[in-house]
């Protein structure tokens, strides 16, 4: 990630009670033992010279080595971290030499006590548990923790009767894409059956987890429940779980969804969430939510840290006491330092003297708790007090306030904020700003003090923002300050508001989704409106230009983290693992851009444009880009005022200033998006857009700023739109020398603006960038090869350029946004089929194949699925990437097959690098990030290495594709058929390779399937479910027993009368090899006689007759169980006649199963009856040089010479 500018914050203390001093046992009285596990003992204790009871867990040191002890270390500062109500508080811990000492929140009693007592629970009051689990887990793992070690011992009961979890003994935080090695520890009876089996394991494990103790809560015993420990895993991998009658049809669900033995099928996140079983109702989420509003997880950290501080207190040195005070980085340990020793009321006036004789007044009065405290009870005033009362001690009271924070700021003071100022200030605000009488100075200077404490740390940022948001639109419509006094500190607060909303991605989406029911958005462009009535000209500039800037702050944050743009062959994900998404940022803009037009503020912006202001100027561009960019009717309305497209285009151009240049990179980044939604207006700009293509070619060629060049050519690419103008950027830009410009930024290492801090230009996008600076470059090389594509396509290729795209493609300072990656890929597919000669000079040294194989593994494909889907991220966008890059890595194995010939090496090459680097492991893994529906493309590349090559067929079994679970999803019957298809093939030629992997197509459990794939409406489908069965019979007799156990031999003996002709000749295929080995399916298949007899008889091709002469032979190669039926049926005749054919294939065959018929004595006697021997004769004469046929005739002869008509 990263980071830009961060706002001054106070030094983090080494934990979340904030305290500089270390514990040790001598803090604590140890009671009584009250637990104890494998990893040691838990109990009773209470912290010296307090009341406050905790629980104290000793873990022994012994047995453990120094990677595993600096690894419980870092577990144990994580596990600080955690702040939630159903999971209990780690407040403390400290070590020994012989153990570590973590200290709890003390509960009341476990969940186990209560299925001790009650044996099994109400279904209502189960569901009731379950949803503060869910929460739990939920927290955890969102938090990339796994707890490994959930059952009722470890649920306890607070005080309040909250469900809390506890015992992180066995908790493991997880990577980015976590699966963990795991050996049994302790009982596994809650476990789910890839822990029992040691088998890699995810968070999902803690879901099957907490379906046993669900499941344990209704019915009052586990699902799975055995003194004998082998047994008991043997139940938890294969037994099914039994559901009684009375649980629901929604916990039924519930349960089953988490109770599932495939942990990829297991109900998890998000839609865990949302399940009827623990989906809360509006009730319960307002109850939850104002409990969370009171912040009651922080207040008990609170009252232990003033508890610990108090303790403390007792045991400090004389020596420290007579020390100069340092003033605390924490304001709680201000505040119970301060509230020590009680000390005489204070009066308004105490502190309005402190605050104006004290050389030190401002910051003796913020950092002192009894004079804020006093300031915020005293403004915690309502209407009717404040006219009944005199109205000056408030004033007093905000004056002070305002002088304190004004004076802190000016002395760049780290002090933080108490929130209850802030929130004490925003409830006066609430109270008056809607007031129906004059309250000007009051609201004024409570504005004016808020706008001076937001700049500093607050506890609740989206508490405040949206309390501040929901009392904008009073502020704006205040009736009673001609100057606009109120409006204007409004409009600085918003900016201070909206800078903090920037600077954390992750807490984004939940502030927007909060303002976004709010009626804010009309009174913001309100402040923009330069014709206020009964108002002097310069307060209506001055309240126009405050509000530009806080707007601009608003949708174009410049600070804060941004995370990187995920690139194909980066070496970590640097995104959380739980999917963060901003697309509220998205609807808010385009809101803001809905009221933007409402009120017609497009003329106070074109007028910004041009203020003598840098700042003005600026905050009026970042606007109009991103209300352009997140609304289209906002860019349609921008594209039919010429005179504000003239203004912008006239901003663009070469300078050396360093404000101007931001200004046009501005203005670049907005005529783009503009061009890119109207792309009608660049021929009737005429001389405008001529002269802008002209300008953007100088400043390439000439400029000394890579980013200004970057943006130039992302506006050609806009202008190459339109015909007559992307002629023009060919014949002066894409020329060898003009390739050699852009050749020189697509090797720019960008990474120097990042070390020096520079901001993006298009802003932080909440953590999240929208335009890659080689963006531009991608665009405009694919608008230029759909108008001249070969002769294009093969410039790039000998200057040199598209090796430096594909060196791009593999940094990690990639400075592509995905959808610039996406047309990457398009336009590698493009060269590739554009001139197939140029094959060679793509792939290279294979580098590039190694990267696009990198873009494969999981832990890129979900950075690029967790990227927003409002930046081009998610599901849709991560199926069109998998496509593309399969999709040209197909075409350059295609392409290198055909011309084996002509370049064997590079075929040879290929295959060992797609081999070496696992192609076909991620080709199978795709399936876990995309639907079935788009998996096709992968599927059908991994159908070509497999029929091609026998390295790629075992990696497809070593891999996992004859896996039941991937198998039927592969074959589903409700597939595209083309994906079936492949996934048939496949299996196919897995079984026509060896009767090795015949046991594991077995335990993939198909049977039903291919039975319907049998009757599937698709003929290509029924053709190859029928060669599928000929080659699992091919080798032996292994699936006899299944094809007759499923009754799949009706369904095939129907496909030899099918319609289609394929399906025809691979259904007499298998029935030919189910009938070879033995005459176990004799029975079964006697129905075929009459159908293959027909096939032989018809018109039918050459495979087809050959194979229906071969099924007949068969049918008496094991005994003489159906010669009777045979000969009744005229089989012995149709294979006669089947000699006359022309067709040499059919004719053998036929003439190798009449041998087996002679076998038998009534066969022989038909065959002299039909004067058999004279045609035996023949045969032999015509065909004197084929050893096959002379073989198969004289073993006729010689059974024939056996019998004596």
């Not at 405009?780 to 090796?803: A, D, H, P, R, Y």
């Given at each position: ?38 990893f ?16 104290m ?66 279904e ?51 990577s ?27 968070h ?11 499941y ?112 605390a ?51 915690k ?11 000056k ?10 002088k ?72 704006v419509d ?14 600085k ?72 743009f ?65 609304s ?23 300078t ?31 001389k405008?857009?001529?002269a ?10 000439t ?102 795209v ?42 590039i ?48 097959s ?39 493309s992968s ?43 492949d ?72 496909r ?27 029975k ?16 039918s ?65 038909m ?39």
């Amino acid at each position: 990630m990263i980071k830009q500018q961060q706002p001054s914050e106070a030094s983090s203390s080494n934990n979340h009670t904030g305290k500089t001093y270390s514990s040790s046992i001598d803090d604590y009285h140890v009671l009584e033992l009250i637990g104890e596990g494998s990893f040691g003992k838990v109990f009773k204790g209470r912290r010296k010279y307090t009341s406050q009871i905790v629980a104290m867990k000793f873990i022994p040191k012994k047995g453990k080595n120094e990677k595993e002890l600096y690894n419980l270390r870092q577990e144990i500062n994580i596990l600080k971290k955690l702040n939630h109500e159903n999971i209990i508080l780690l407040l403390d811990s400290f070590e020994t030499k012989e153990e570590f000492c973590v200290v709890m929140e003390y509960a009341q009693g476990e969940l186990f006590e209560i299925l001790e007592d009650d044996e099994r629970l109400p279904e209502d009051v189960v569901a009731k548990i379950a949803k503060q689990l869910v929460r739990a887990l939920h927290y955890l793992h969102s938090n990339r923790i796994i707890h490994r070690d959930m059952k009722p011992q470890n649920i306890l009961i607070g005080s309040d009767g909250a469900i809390k979890l506890c015992d992180f003994g066995f908790a493991r935080v997880m990577s980015c894409n976590t699966m963990v090695l795991t050996s049994i520890k302790g009982t596994p009876l809650y476990m789910a059956p890839e822990l029992v089996q040691e088998q890699p394991y995810n968070h999902t494990a803690d879901l099957w987890s907490l379906g046993v103790i669900l499941y344990e809560l209704v019915v009052g015993k586990p699902p799975f429940f055995t003194n004998n420990f082998f047994s008991l895993i043997q139940f938890i991998v294969k037994d099914p779980v039994k559901y009684p009658p009375y649980i629901s049809p929604p916990m039924k669900s519930f349960l089953r969804g988490l109770l599932n033995k495939a942990p990829k099928q297991r109900l998890d996140w998000p839609k865990l969430l949302d399940h009827p079983f623990v989906r809360e109702t509006k009730e319960e989420r307002e109850l939850r939510e104002r409990m969370l509003q009171e912040n009651i997880g922080r207040k008990r950290l609170e009252m232990f840290e003033q508890i610990v501080a108090l303790s403390h207190k007792q045991q400090m040195d004389e020596k420290a006491k007579k020390k100069p005070k340092t003033p605390a980085k924490n304001l709680t340990q201000t505040r119970v330092k301060k509230k020590i020793e009680p000390k005489q009321e204070i009066s308004i006036t105490d502190i309005e003297v402190t605050l104006i004789k004290d050389e030190n007044g401002p910051k003796t009065v913020m950092k002192n708790v009894e004079y804020l405290d006093k300031l915020a009870n005293t403004i915690k005033v309502n209407q009717t007090a404040f006219k009944t009362k005199s109205a000056k001690i408030v004033q007093t009271s905000l004056k002070i306030l305002a002088k304190a924070l004004e004076k802190c700021e000016e002395e760049d003071s780290d002090n933080l904020i108490d929130a209850n100022i802030v929130t004490s200030l925003l409830a006066f605000l609430k109270e008056f700003a809607g007031a129906k009488f004059d309250t000007k100075p009051t609201v004024q200077d409570a504005l004016i003090a808020l706008h001076f404490a937001l700049p500093y740390g607050i506890e609740n940022i989206s508490s405040v923002i949206t309390d501040f948001f929901t009392i904008l639109p009073a502020l704006v419509d205040y009736r009673y300050d001609s100057t606009l006094s109120v409006q204007i500190y409004t409009m600085k607060c918003l900016k201070e508001l909206s800078t903090k909303i920037g600077f954390v991605p992750f807490q984004t989406s939940q502030v927007f989704e909060s303002l976004k029911e709010l009626q804010w958005h009309d009174a913001v462009c309100t402040c923009l409106d330069l014709k206020i009535v009964k108002t002097e000209k310069k307060f209506v500039q001055h309240l126009t230009t405050t509000a530009i800037k806080a707007l601009a702050e608003l949708v174009h944050p410049v600070e804060g983290e941004i995370f990187q743009f995920p690139s194909i062959f980066q070496t970590e994900n640097t995104l959380s693992t739980e999917i963060i998404e901003c697309s509220q940022d998205n609807t808010i803009r385009a809101a803001l851009a809905k009221a933007a037009l409402k009120q017609n503020i497009l003329p106070v912006l074109t007028e910004l444009f041009t203020h003598q202001e840098a700042n003005v100027r600026v905050a009026a561009l970042r606007t109009t880009y991103q209300l352009c960019r997140f609304s289209t009717e906002f860019s349609h309305q921008i594209s039919t005022d010429t005179s504000i497209l003239q203004s912008l285009i006239s901003l663009v151009k070469d300078t050396t200033d360093i404000k101007a240049m931001y200004e046009t990179e501005l203005s670049a980044l907005t005529i783009s998006i503009i061009f890119k939604d109207s792309p009608k207006i660049i021929s009737q700009l005429g001389k405008d857009t001529d002269a802008l293509v002209g300008n953007c070619i100088v400043m390439i060629n000439t400029s000394l700023d890579e980013r200004l060049k970057c943006f130039c050519v992302l506006l050609l690419s806009r202008l190459a739109q339109d015909t007559s103008l992307k002629k023009r950027i060919i014949s002066e830009l894409l020329t060898p020398v003009g390739l050699g410009k852009i050749n020189d930024i697509l090797i720019k290492d960008f990474s120097i603006y990042q070390l020096h801090e520079v901001k993006r230009v298009e802003g932080s996008g909440f953590g999240f960038p929208d335009v890659g600076l080689l963006d531009g470059v991608i665009t405009l090389f694919n608008q230029v090869s759909e108008l001249w594509n070969v002769s294009f396509n093969n410039l790039l290729v000998k200057t040199g350029t598209w090796k430096s795209v594909c060196e791009r493609l593999k940094s990690s300072d990639i400075e592509l946004s995905t959808d610039a990656v996406l047309a990457s890929l398009k336009l590698m597919y493009d060269i590739a089929t554009g001139n197939p000669e140029n094959i060679a000079n793509l792939v290279g040294d294979m580098s590039i194949v190694r990267a696009l194989i990198q873009a494969l593994k999981d832990k890129i494909l979900q950075s690029f699925s967790k990227w927003p889907v409002s930046r081009n991220g998610g599901g849709i966008y991560l199926s069109n990437l998998i496509n593309a890059t399969v999709g040209f890595l197909h075409l350059l194995y295609n392409q290198a097959s055909m011309q084996e010939k002509e370049n064997e090496k590079l075929l040879a090459e290929l295959i060992k690098i797609m081999h070496k680097e696992e192609l076909v492991k991620y080709c199978i893994s795709i399936l876990d990030f995309v639907s079935m529906d788009n998996f096709g493309s992968s599927l059908n590349f991994l159908a070509s290495m497999v029929l091609t090559s026998n390295y790629f067929t075992k990696q497809y079994i070593k891999y996992g594709g004859l896996q039941p679970e991937f198998v039927q999803k592969v074959i589903d019957p409700s597939n595209p058929p083309a994906i079936i298809m492949d996934g048939l093939s496949i299996l196919s030629q897995i079984a026509r390779m060896s009767k090795d992997y015949y046991k594991q197509i077995h335990q993939a459990k198909i049977y039903t399937i291919i039975k319907e794939l049998l009757r599937h409406k698709e003929s290509e489908v029924r053709a190859k479910v029928c060669n599928l069965i000929g080659n699992m019979c091919r080798h032996s007799a292994f699936f006899y027993e299944a094809l007759e156990q499923y009754s799949l031999i009706p369904d095939l003996i129907q496909r030899c009368k099918d319609l289609d002709a394929n399906t025809r000749k691979f259904a007499c295929f298998a029935i030919g090899n189910a009938c070879f080995h033995n005459n176990n399916l004799y029975k079964p298949l006697a129905p075929c006689i009459p159908p293959l007899i027909d096939l032989l008889s018809e018109n039918s091709d050459e495979k087809t007759k050959a194979n229906a002469a071969g099924a007949l032979g068969n049918l008496v190669r094991n005994s003489n169980e159906l010669v009777k039926d045979l000969l009744k049926s005229g089989a012995i005749e149709a294979l006669v006649k089947t000699l006359n054919d022309e067709n040499s294939s059919a004719k053998k065959i036929a003439l190798f199963s009449l041998g087996n018929f002679c076998q038998y004595d009534e066969c022989c006697v038909m065959l002299k009856q039909l004067n058999f021997e004279k045609t035996i004769a023949e045969i032999m004469t015509k065909n004197q040089d084929d050893a096959g046929v002379q073989k198969y005739c004289s073993r006729i002869q010689a059974n024939l010479s056996k019998i004596t008509l």
